[in-house]
């Protein structure tokens, strides 16, 4: 099982920004504590095709700097069907017939998010045809690590060709409803039985109905799949109901996709997801959701040649005006002189609209901590960075008296995001005090400037107060030194992912890396 955090998990895909820079530096293996991991997934080729490009995805149970790693490809079971070669022949060697051996001259870091290396190409030979299928055992080693292995499939089909429609334009109020085709053609000369549409909408766009063959998860639309055979040239189509959160923010554009696969590469695909604990939701339990053309039984494995038409999506605006108000929070400890205290501040999203910013990746505001006299910062969070002049220092690095910091690309309406900065008390000065500032500027993307109530944007970080009351920026996170009752609720932040994130991985998203940067907000 790959096992990871949101954040690195996102930076991994390489769509969290800024928040790559707030990555843990990972430390020089020297003995067999660190373990690795490899996935390489399942995989349908089509016969006669050139064959598909794959990455293993590498990793390790915790941030470490390898030397000598390798990755191992074992092919021979299926041998004669399929041939697996580098991208760069200058990485690998074939020692015997169904074997690839791919070593790093440099050292290389591993987190513990899955990234992808060595990238192979997994083609058919002549001899393949279509319902063959085989396996392939990847090994990952490096000096001084057990080595780790993970077998996959590789199985033959018949190349298709599907196509999605047209990008459509479409406005709604937040909570208003609309509606967007669906649209599924056949660009290729051979029957297409069965598909699946993979959908990837921002957080605003909320399922208005529940399909029997589609799924859905905290109520936004996953996946659908249909029975339909498309014959070559042709196209069929249905129409999905939607509506905006009331939670969106307004004026604004909201964005969502889909994307075709067969059958079979859904198949792959979820097996992928499986392997690292996703879930595409659960069944509706309405009427299933039909094309234009009577359903047909799909009756084999089949595999897409052409996946860059496979898209199509919509641009929807949101309408009218639902601003939100970040409030920020401060707090309030107590120590002696030499002891150390745990300070928590950050901000809160007071509503009423909910921020997005993960289809670019970037922060939904920056923060500024300043800290409070007579004391020292010993352990700071990775998501902050000492600020130097006109220049920062690195992540989590301690001793600064000012940090800049990095919030993450989401955050729900009533969501508070808090950062923990460790203190060491050099000596008690009473009514010591720092300072908490949020949507200040930067000149990166993301952030905030359109703040509803801006006279709360910064809050008191105190030590020793007089009273014991720490100030409050309007975030209500005033406490007691260890972060009070704050309602921190991280949940919310693994819909940033979203299947298209997944899908970059997973190999099949290449054309959704532009899609998923683009701007989201009229601010």
């Known amino acids: 099982m790959l096992k990871h955090s949101t954040r690195r998990w996102l930076a991994g895909l390489g769509v969290a920004g800024a928040l790559v820079a707030a990555s843990a530096t990972p430390a020089v293996a020297e003995d067999g504590d660190v373990e690795l991991g490899v996935y390489f997934n399942d995989l349908t080729v089509a016969a006669g095709s050139d064959g598909k490009f794959e ?6 149970s915790e941030p470490v700097t390898v030397f000598g790693l390798t990755v191992r490809f074992d092919y021979r079971d299926f041998a004669g069907k399929v041939k697996i070669e580098s991208e760069f022949d200058s990485e690998c060697t074939a020692p ?32 393949a045809k279509d319902g063959d299928a085989g396996k392939v055992k990847v090994t990952v080693s490096a000096d001084g690590l057990r080595s780790a292995s993970h077998t996959s ?12 429609g047209p990008e459509v334009e479409v406005s709604a109020a937040p909570g208003g409803s609309f509606a967007a085709p669906i649209v599924l053609g056949n660009a290729g000369r051979t029957p297409a039985e069965g598909a699946v549409a993979v959908f990837d909408h921002d957080y605003a766009i909320r399922a208005d109905k529940r399909h029997s063959n589609c799924t859905y998860e905290d109520g ?10 498309v014959a070559p040239g042709a196209t069929h189509s249905g ?12 004026p604004g554009k909201d964005y969502g996709y889909y994307n075709w696969m067969t059958v079979a590469e859904f198949e792959d695909f979820s097996k992928y997801l499986a392997a690292n604990g996703h879930s595409v939701g659960e069944p509706g339990d309405g009427e299933p959701l039909s094309l234009s053309a ?15 038409n496979n898209w199509s999506g919509m641009e929807v605006t949101a309408t009218g005006k639902n601003g939100t108000d970040l409030g920020a929070i401060g707090d309030s400890v107590k120590g002696k002189a030499g002891e150390q205290v745990t300070a928590t501040v950050g901000f809160r999203n007071n509503g009423p609209a909910t921020l997005d910013y993960s289809r670019g990746g970037s922060s939904v505001t920056y923060l500024e901590v300043a800290v409070p006299e007579g004391t020292t910062v010993v352990g700071a969070p990775d998501d902050c960075m000492p600020v130097q002049g006109d220049d920062h220092g690195d992540p989590g690095e301690a001793g600064g008296r000012t940090y800049f910091c990095y919030a993450p690309p989401f955050v729900k309406a009533g969501d508070a995001e808090t950062f923990e900065f460790k203190l060491r008390i ?16 930067c000149q990166c993307d993301g952030g905030f400037s359109d703040d509803l109530k801006p006279a709360n944007d910064t809050a008191k970080l105190l030590v020793n107060a007089i009273g014991g009351q720490g100030g409050d920026g309007g975030g209500n996170g005033g406490g007691d030194g260890d972060g009070g009752t704050l309602p921190i609720t991280g949940g919310s932040t693994g819909l940033i992912a979203g299947i298209g994130g997944l899908l970059l991985v ?15 907000f009229v601010v």
């Open 506 to 520: 997973a190999g099949v998203g290449g054309y959704v890396v532009t899609k998923r940067r683009r701007t989201r």
């Open 294 to 308: 009577p359903n047909v039984r799909a009756r084999s494995s089949q595999v897409d040649v052409n996946p860059e």
């Open 55 to 60: 990455s293993p995805i590498l990793f390790a």
């Open 239 to 250: 129409s999905l109901a939607y509506r905006l959160g009331e939670d969106t923010y307004a």
């Open 153 to 164: 499939q590789v199985r033959i089909g018949t190349g298709v060709d599907l196509a999605g």
């Open 220 to 229: 936004r639309l996953r996946t659908c799949r249909f029975s339909d055979t």
């Open 426 to 441: 050099d000596k008690v000065v009473a009514d010591a005090t720092g300072t908490v500032d949020i949507n200040i500027p």
């Open 96 to 127: 015997e017939a169904g074997v690839l051996v791919c070593t790093s001259p440099f050292e290389y870091d591993l987190y513990d998010w899955g990234s992808g290396s060595f990238n192979v190409n997994v083609a058919p030979t002549a001899k």
